[in-house]
């Protein structure tokens, strides 16, 4: 019973490219979240989402970020023309429910350089 | 609005001695509260969580919690560490809804 896969662990991209970070949920899990780790910092709300629906994404940076979570395939948190900024470790988590505890990934650490 | 505050970023503690980590919280409503923790370059795992019932939650690896509403606190004890246990640590907090808030972390430093 895999957990909850992100992929890549690590991505590399020039300023201006585009970002894709990966996620797929555990198995029976229909709740996906979004958060942002940086340095020194605890973990950022950034958005919650359920097939096909944003729930909440109130943590979202008003530009350049999007994310979905189809009906087939994994959730995709998209960052355009990424800035130096936007470095740092992206976590993905699932839930069955309201208040299970969250499945954390292992993370994709993104470098802007 | 929730707000969670973990008091201490580092604690280091000598192997086999007792520790606590210190969490503070602040909400409107009920709360339901959760400890993770994080391995260098891992995700977090889920070490315990309480959502109603007896005040003192057991939970994996030894560690356990005490919900002290009068407080707001929700402190993380271990009596015994190891070397394996130095890790991050960190404290969140629900309303009930799907929004979970995280503090800062801590950091477990175990020393032989």
């Known amino acids: 019973n895999a957990g909850v896969m992100q992929n890549p662990r690590h991505l590399v991209r020039r300023r201006g490219q585009e970002a894709r970070l990966r996620c797929s949920p555990m198995?029976?899990?229909?709740?996906v979240y979004w958060y942002r780790q940086l340095p020194e910092e605890g973990l950022k709300f950034m958005v919650y989402l359920q097939k096909e629906n944003i729930i909440d994404e109130s943590g979202m940076p008003k530009e350049r970020f999007s994310a979905e979570f189809p009906k087939e395939g994994p959730s995709i948190l998209r960052i355009q023309q990424v800035v130096r900024g936007d470095s740092a470790a992206y976590f993905c988590?699932?839930?069955?429910?309201?208040?299970?505890?969250?499945?954390f990934g292992s993370g994709t650490r993104l470098t802007v350089v | 609005a929730q707000s969670v505050t973990q008091l201490d970023s580092q604690v280091p503690v000598f192997e086999e001695a007792p520790v606590e980590l210190r969490c503070n919280y602040s909400s409107s409503v009920s709360v339901y509260l959760f400890w993770y923790v994080q391995y260098p370059n891992q995700g977090l795992q889920l070490l315990l969580k309480y959502l109603s019932g007896s005040t003192l939650v057991k939970g994996i690896n030894g560690f356990e919690a005490e919900f002290n509403k009068s407080q707001t606190s929700f402190h993380l004890r271990k009596p015994s560490v190891h070397i394996s246990d130095t890790a991050e640590y960190f404290c969140?907090?629900?309303?009930?809804?799907?929004?979970?808030?995280f503090g800062a972390g801590t950091r477990l430093f175990v020393k032989a």
């Open positions: 988590a699932s839930s069955e429910g309201e208040n299970y505890g969250y499945t």
């Open positions: 969140a907090v629900s309303n009930g809804g799907f929004k979970t808030i």
């Open positions: 198995k029976g899990h229909s709740h």
